[in-house]
């Protein structure tokens, strides 16, 4: 049958004229000359890039909802600040973490969430803090302040713009014992001069990083 098929092909490429020759070989060969044209990638803008370029010159302070908490604020400077979304993502991963770690029967974190500012910063910050040890330092560059219960200031600025490289989490953990205490939030950690700071604290605060930053927020 593909012998046949040879020969009736032949046969009347034989008997067409120059022309039409020319047109029925164009015609065969044009899917194998399409086959070996070199593959072009499509162009594609990275979303970082297109956001750096919007954020060029646009610094000024701007306070915006977290939808889904009742009275939580980020305040940010420039548009390459976390999102509203990715900090509400964040929100969640931890008030999980804390549940299954910690509990809340009477809900004391999961309100406090609720009514929270969380100020991120590409300043630059220092004062006299304690390490997560328990050691006092005088005038340390700190990357994140609890100054009360439902207000924390974090450093974005070597954190490439991913809250799970900046102190986010940390200071929640500190607000949340804040809450639960009522008169602080455990400053020096593992120190022993105040309570509430575990082993475990630090266990989820790695735990929980390393999930946002696969997350890629």
């Known amino acids: 049958m593909i012998q046949l098929c040879h020969v009736n092909f032949f046969i009347i490429l034989k008997n067409m004229g120059y022309f039409a020759k020319l047109m029925l070989s164009m015609f065969l060969l044009a899917p194998m000359l399409l086959s070996s044209m070199p593959y072009k990638k499509s162009i594609v803008m990275e979303p970082i890039i297109i956001q750096a370029m919007l954020c060029l010159g646009d610094d000024r302070p701007e306070m915006s909802e977290i939808h889904g908490w009742e009275k939580t604020y980020q305040i940010t400077s420039g548009c390459r600040s976390p999102s509203t979304r990715h900090t509400d993502i964040a929100l969640n991963a931890f008030l999980k973490a804390w549940k299954e770690n910690f509990g809340d029967d009477q809900r004391i974190v999961e309100q406090n969430l609720n009514n929270m500012i969380i100020v991120y910063s590409r300043d630059h910050s220092s004062m006299t803090a304690y390490t997560e040890k ?39 953990v500190h607000a949340s014992i804040w809450a639960i205490r009522g008169d602080h939030g455990d400053p020096d950690h593992l120190g022993d001069i105040y309570e509430g700071w575990s082993d475990k604290h630090s266990e989820i605060i790695k735990l929980l990083d390393k999930k946002i930053c696969m997350l890629g927020i």
Request: some cysteine.
């Open 134 to 172: 328990g050691v006092l330092v005088k005038d340390a560059e700190v990357v994140g302040v609890t100054s009360d219960k439902g207000y924390i200031w974090v450093s974005i600025r070597d954190t490439n713009d991913r809250i799970c490289n900046s102190s986010l989490v940390h200071e929640l």
